[in-house]
């Protein structure tokens, strides 16, 4: 009896078959180059599609929750629980000097602005109008939020009877720069609180709540007229960096232990921000896996017609005695190494166009500059690079390409290697 080639055991299985399998998948896979480069092609356009709308899916959102946040909000507030779900005077934030220094020693917490915050009846002559009024530190406010930014008129706050309020509510009023106004309120013990005060600025934010229901002033000014010591309603934080806002939320809750505050993130405050950023994420989830099962559907095609041709060729394999689980592996390498060519050419072509777009951005245009500016957008969107939007592509179109190929290779096993030899 000869004796079994030194390669290959007693039960037929050759040494080092993932190596050997691997080199004969890889040289499979060039037996029919045109097949291969445009089902390669199909996996990289998939890949490189999903990549770059995720980017630019980021990259919107990273806008819209700094333009929202730096407009007038903040990333952090903390506020009285009770303030929260009432926004009434008396419910306020005390020893609030002493809060702001234990806040601004947390660790990633840039500034705090304090807020008082009221409803009064604003008067001119005979015209009047109920407004919010806030009192602010405006230094403080500069480095939290860019408000003051949109004062296209006159001045910001200085002295201690300056006003700036919204352009919609100066016309309403008729009230220009220099002019004076009279407010009236209920102070915290229940008095009369009562300001005059001097527009010093007028501010055009294009939100129309703000533009037409708001009067800025500096803190102490109203402080001292409606009956508020050291106290305030809302401490507004910007953070270093908005991907650890949860872990600064953890130090203050942890540091600060308070029963009269609460520390909201931003998008509590802005609730509707977060529901429109899930809505758009849904959207754009739901259409990348359409995308990708369509390439999918093409990689099944492409394999059973592997398959089908190679049908004598596998009933050779399994008349010589192999397994029909390495032939199935055999099939499943070609497709890995499928992938990986059309993984390497669409993360390739994402990263190049998203780096280039990071620095350039995407230009809206003139006539979406008014709508995007409703929707906390800028004038120029730029893609962001993330974890997420760089590997959720290629892992799902790993999987649904090893998927693809399995289930034309399930027909492997079920062959007769007789009939298989006669297949034409």
Do not use: C
Request: no cysteine; proline share 3%; hydrophobic share 55%.
């Amino acid at each position: 009896m000869s004796e079994a080639p030194a390669n290959v055991v007693q039960t037929g299985r050759p040494r080092g078959t993932p190596l050997l399998a691997m080199q004969i998948g890889w040289r499979n896979l060039w037996r029919n180059k045109r097949r291969t480069w445009l089902t390669a092609g199909g996996i990289a356009f998939a890949i490189l599609l999903v990549v770059f709308s995720m980017a630019m899916q980021f990259g919107s959102y990273e806008s819209m929750t700094e333009n929202a946040t730096s407009l007038l909000t903040g990333h952090l507030q903390i506020q009285n629980p009770a303030y929260v779900d009432n926004q009434r005077i008396e419910y306020t934030v005390v020893e609030a000097t002493a809060l702001r220094r234990q806040i601004e020693a947390i660790p990633g917490v840039i500034a705090v602005a304090p807020r008082v915050e009221a409803f009064v009846l604003a008067s001119v002559g005979e015209r009047s109008s109920g407004v919010q009024i806030l009192g602010v530190d405006v230094a403080a406010e500069q480095r939290v939020v860019r408000f003051f930014k949109f004062v296209k008129q006159g001045r910001l706050i200085q002295a201690a009877d300056d006003a700036v309020l919204g352009l919609a509510l100066a016309r309403n009023l008729g009230l220009g720069v220099g002019d004076e106004l009279v407010l009236l309120g209920s102070a915290k013990k229940g008095g009369m609180a009562a300001l005059a005060l001097t527009v010093v600025g007028i501010f055009e934010s294009g939100m129309a709540e703000l533009d037409r229901g708001l009067l800025l002033a500096q803190i102490e000014t109203v402080q001292n007229a409606f009956d508020l010591a050291d106290e305030v309603h809302t401490f507004a934080i910007r953070v270093a960096d908005l991907e650890e806002i949860d872990t600064i939320i953890g130090a203050l809750q942890k540091e600060i232990v308070r029963d009269d505050i609460v520390v909201r993130h931003w998008d509590e405050v802005l609730p509707e921000l977060r529901q429109m950023i899930e809505l758009d994420r849904l959207s754009g989830e739901f259409l990348y896996w359409i995308i990708m099962i369509l390439v999918a559907f093409s990689v099944v095609n492409s394999f059973i017609m592997t398959v089908f041709e190679r049908t004598r060729e596998f009933g050779m394999l399994l008349a010589l005695g192999t397994r029909p689980l390495s032939i199935v592996t055999l099939v499943l390498w070609e497709a890995l190494f499928m992938w990986v060519l059309g993984a390497l050419i669409g993360l390739s072509l994402a990263t190049g166009l998203i780096w280039w777009l990071a620095e350039v951005g995407i230009y809206m245009g003139e006539s979406m500059e008014e709508i995007a500016a409703q929707f906390y957008m800028p004038a120029r969107i730029y893609p962001s690079f993330s974890a997420e939007a760089m590997l959720t592509a290629p892992l799902v179109m790993l999987i649904g390409t090893l998927l693809a190929a399995l289930v034309p290779a399930l027909r492997i096993p079920l062959m007769q290697p007789v009939e298989a030899l006669r297949a034409e």
